[in-house]
């Protein structure tokens, strides 16, 4: 027995600093994201399921690796640069602030995004030739956003005064142009607010309070998506309505969203990801767009702050949330 025990232990000594060595030699995939720790989720698991599909299995195959900047943006660059000396195969960037982020740090080493407009921010050429070391998905905010303001007026039709809030460091002059159109055509006024980091949610708010917004669209952005929980919380007490681009920002209370599938966003992403680890150039491999969009409605919060959804919408809603 105790020969036993002297035998697994040498076996332990020299088979983990293998194991660990083997992991070494594993393709690198580093995750920038501009989230905390605590808000990375559905979107880890949506990524490495999206990628076990594709028998891309972290510590089998390949090896995944995530830098956060805790919910400050400013924190990117150095995060970019600091895993551009680990040398991976690929970067995956999750919003305009990380990607640029790492195409400053790096023009050789693959970069494949979900961002919200890859063209209008400049960040490719065109989705069929995207050039440069930059791929991905890009999520059509410009549209969306826009069409959300939309969304609200149906929403609450007797509205004259909408909130916009925004993250700046994704909100190209595009998407802005294009949902001033849209309030202005609907006799919508505007007011903008922006916030920089997670400190600055509670003031926002109050800025909205205090200029009698009606409803607020909260714009697509990974710092607003993390901090949903927060925002739909505030939502939910001031009674201000939101409208977000994606169903997870609803179940933390918002009254709607229309967009996207993050879970189909991430299996986009995933297939990019298989392609560049195959061998594709990332500046030859097309970005995507989606092409399905939904409309979430929280039955639940619009009880709540006594709105009457109405009946035009709710036959629209994909989801309906009780």
């Not at 055509?185 to 708010?205: K, M, N, R, T």
Request: charge should be negative; glycine fraction near 6%; aromatic fraction near 4%.
């Amino acid at each position: 027995m105790k020969h036993l025990a002297v035998v697994l232990a040498l076996w332990f000594c020299t088979a983990v600093p293998a194991l660990a060595q083997d992991r070494a030699m594993l393709p690198l995939i580093v995750v920038l994201r501009v989230n905390k720790a605590d808000t990375v989720e559905p979107g880890n698991s949506f990524f490495r399921t999206a990628l076990a599909a594709l028998g891309r299995i972290d510590g089998q195959n390949i090896r995944i690796e995530t830098r956060l900047a805790e919910g400050h943006s400013e924190r990117l660059p150095d995060l970019a640069r600091s895993l551009v000396g680990e040398k991976p195969s690929i970067i995956v960037s999750f919003g305009e602030a990380a990607t640029r982020a790492a195409k400053e740090a790096t023009s050789a080493i693959p970069i494949v995004t979900i961002s919200d407009d890859l063209v209008a921010s400049g960040l490719i050429a065109t989705l069929a030739k995207p050039g440069g070391n930059i791929t991905g998905v890009s999520i059509m905010a410009t549209e969306l956003d826009a069409k959300k303001i939309d969304m609200l007026k149906q929403l609450l039709p007797s509205a004259r005064r909408f909130g916009v809030l925004r993250d700046p460091t994704t909100s190209v002059p595009a998407r802005m142009q294009a949902i001033a159109e849209t309030a202005k055509a609907l006799g919508i006024e505007l007011q903008v607010v922006d916030v920089h980091s997670p400190a600055e949610v509670i003031s926002a708010f109050a800025a909205f309070r205090d200029s009698n917004a009606e409803a607020i669209d909260i714009l697509a952005s990974p710092l607003l998506f993390s901090l949903r929980a927060e925002l739909g919380q505030l939502s939910l007490t001031d009674k201000l309505p939101a409208i977000c681009q994606f169903r997870e920002a609803v179940e933390a209370g918002c009254l709607a969203s229309y967009g996207i599938s993050l879970q189909q966003a991430f299996v986009a992403l995933a297939n990019l990801i298989d392609k560049i680890l195959k061998g594709a150039q990332p500046g030859d491999t097309p970005a995507e767009q989606p092409t399905a969009f939904e409309l979430v409605i929280n039955m639940k919060t619009a009880r709540l702050m006594g709105i009457a959804v109405p009946q035009s919408v709710l036959v629209r809603a994909d989801d309906i949330i009780e």
